[in-house]
């Protein structure tokens, strides 16, 4: 390391191509069926919805490389490479003897990872002679992004927010404005299935399930408009996986190899950006990395969900997608960490849990907000309550190797900072944040509802 | 530039040294007067108050370089060198044949350039053996920044922060307690000077000055501890121009000299960052580049003020300083750019403008904030609203060479970004804001009051 804090790449070592490990996995992803004729889909069958590049990435199981479009590269310089980061400061508090890199994505000018994929989607809707897209956004990371990209390619974009997000954080709504999105609390009055809503529950807060149906709907009737989405989905997946890449030339210039890498968890997009470069060698050439999928107690489909057909969306609208799920129907806990409160996990992480490829741990809120401010005051950067997931589990791991005398190479990845996230703050420090419990009785309930599925 | 966006240096390229412009000005600036005696001031003088290196390089008018410890240096590689950006997309938009590159100061944790002066104020108290100190904030840039630096070094640290701004921009008093900060809504009743205005007038909004005020009087009242000061004075300048020295080594890797450089101006701490450096060839070297203080059209102390002794508080508690000033009673309007509502500029600035060595422009609030969407839209980053003051000159310097058909190359500095400012971009959308323009009577009115101080 030679005392250097931060491994910067230039822009020239920024990936020309994403990795798309569906095409090295021992078990494929199973199908994804189409919801009415149980049939397994073809890229053709997405087309009416997402740009038809992006839904031929989704199903694609050969290509082991894709391009990156020279045009989103030149657009990824405005901040990546990202750096790479020894955490001196937190391991010299933990007193460990672990050494602890973090991929610093929270430099990217909306804050957070989403960018990746925003930036690659916007791109492939503009070339198919799209002018405008829709997407929905719960905690407004995602909608952020999108807002951000679509203005540098030109697209008109409309977001429907989560009512009670839209309410509770207005900066992320002044963001995606101030980058010229037309941002609507959802439900609204602008779609059928708002109306609907609205109509029988006047008072709604609303739900990413709405949001997706309303952004659907609006992308259907409109014309030359596609819909985009910034979790779960394989092609999502696929674009983050630049942050491993990256990562993975860092790590080689610090001298060190990971043993164990770590995400938080959601629908998997970030987790699956850092991990899957790395992966690829415990699949190819024996190394023996630890994968951790850190998700909510609250929310814990990897460490207490089933392996099952179900839906995407609460309405039971999409496809139906072989997934880690707590049921479709699953109200997660209202924690301060709003990406990672997603009923299931996608296909892809889902079958690498089952083949034991990877694991995943829960973290409780009060957990990740310690190891959160924990990080804060000893690197500086205020990390977003998702982003404090993975730390926590980093903290953990470190505090293990020191336990055990061992000197472990820790690696994880800060998806985003916190700046617009300080009323979540200011609630710890109140003490007015809680951990959440759930019995097996209450997620054996709501697991029932996949029996009537398939 | 091969297509570069960013130009990054290695960390080995933070600077060695800061640059001591008074050693090299043709005309030093005049003597700081004790307000009492009215003799020039001493180091001595200001060792009660001040760290006593920082009251040493407060006077140091003859070594040219000044070392940076190697603990500071160590700190500044958690975000420095910051990149040096070409703002292509700002240039397509305007469609100029201007070059420009922006110095891109947000990248440090705490959002804004402040963070340079702050580590290295944290590191001298602690060196001194000090276990507090104190500082005041207006609009909580520097603030956020020495909550930071000082939990960095192990101090404890209170921060008077202006009421108005306290209630207004939670998210900053928020960080500030993050990184493990005491804050105080100023006035307050910690300090003799607070419980007098609280006294007279319960309901006082508070101000910069009364801030001062407050941390002055608890730093004198506490053992072991001293007071901290983010502006206007010249080792804040000093610790500033690693922005400049950084930015010198990467024009020339992007193999271009800047015809401008801009910086906004509020006391003149991250104008002279970026300026001094160049400024340095304009003296020894004949180069003839542009220097453009760019400060609000609300208060315009480097456009219409005056050059006269005043002080450096409202109260009129500090000691004499020989500066552009509206008068230390100016009361400016409560623009969103709350770090430029000082009424006079740093002794440096002041000697430099009086000898033409640099120029100042008055830009309007709805400009400031036209030129900050553009600049959101195109380069990603919203920017901080006291930064929008520099892209609008930077802005219509571009049009000027647009018009005039020159290629010029034009630097300013992005001090910070507005993440934590997005009310001043709602109400800007919302049409909420105004200019403000001062009448010559209201500017003489407040500069007569400087007639009776010397």
Same sequence: chains 1, 2.
């Avoid at 983050?240 to 990256?246: C, F, K, S």
């Avoid at 892809?348 to 005051?377: C, P, T, W």
Wanted: hydrophobic share 40%; charged share 20%.
């Amino acid at each position: 390391m030679n005392g250097q804090k931060k491994i910067v790449l230039s822009e020239s070592q920024i990936p020309a191509q994403w990795y798309n490990i569906m095409a090295e996995m021992p078990n494929k992803p199973m199908s994804i069926l189409h919801p009415g004729t149980k049939q397994a889909l073809k890229p053709e069958d997405l087309y009416p919805i997402f740009a038809e590049e992006l839904a031929r990435q989704e199903l694609n199981q050969t290509d082991m490389w894709i391009d990156i479009p020279e045009e989103v590269r030149e657009k990824y310089k405005i901040y990546r490479p990202s750096p790479l980061v020894r955490a001196t400061g937190l391991e010299k508090a933990l007193d460990t003897p672990a050494h602890i890199y973090f991929k610093n994505e929270s430099v990217s000018p909306v804050g957070s990872h989403k960018l990746n994929s925003a930036l690659a989607q916007a791109y492939y809707c503009k070339k198919e002679g799209l002018t405008n897209i829709t997407t929905e956004t719960g905690a407004g990371q995602w909608g952020t992004a999108m807002s951000f990209a679509a203005k540098v390619f030109g697209l008109e974009l409309a977001v429907y927010m989560v009512k009670i997000s839209y309410e509770q954080k207005p900066y992320r709504r002044s963001l995606m404005q101030t980058w010229g999105a037309q941002v609507v609390a959802s439900p609204s009055m602008s779609t059928k299935a708002g109306r609907k809503i609205l109509t029988d529950h006047p008072t709604y807060q609303g739900s990413l399930g709405t949001a997706i149906s309303e952004a659907i709907e609006l992308a259907m009737q409109t014309p030359d408009c596609k819909y985009t989405l910034g979790s779960v989905l394989n092609h999502v997946s696929l674009h983050q996986t630049v942050i491993g890449l990256e990562a993975e030339k860092q790590m080689e210039i610090a001298g060190e190899y990971p043993d164990i890498v770590i995400g938080c968890f959601g629908g998997g997009s970030n987790f699956s950006g850092i991990s899957f470069p790395f992966m690829r060698h415990n699949i190819n050439d024996g190394r023996k990395t630890r994968f951790i999928a850190a998700e909510p107690a609250s929310c814990p489909k990897l460490t207490r969900g089933v392996f099952q057909y179900d839906f995407g969306d609460e309405a039971g609208y999409t496809p139906l997608l072989p997934m880690f799920t707590l049921g479709h129907n699953f109200a997660p806990a209202h924690i301060h960490a709003g990406g990672l409160r997603y009923h299931g996990a996608g296909t892809i992480v889902s079958q690498l849990m089952k083949d034991g490829i990877m694991e995943a741990v829960d973290i409780q809120q009060l957990d990740s907000f310690e190891a959160g401010v924990l990080f804060a005051r000893t690197e500086g950067i205020v990390p977003a309550p998702e982003s404090s997931h993975a730390i926590a589990a980093a903290v953990n791991e470190a505090l293990k190797a020191k336990e055990e005398g061992v000197q472990k190479t820790i690696l994880f990845n800060l998806s985003g900072h916190g700046l617009v996230d300080m009323t979540a703050y200011d609630q710890y420090f109140a003490g007015d944040l809680t951990n959440y419990v759930l019995s097996d009785g209450d997620i054996a309930k709501n697991v029932s509802v996949l029996e009537k599925i398939i």
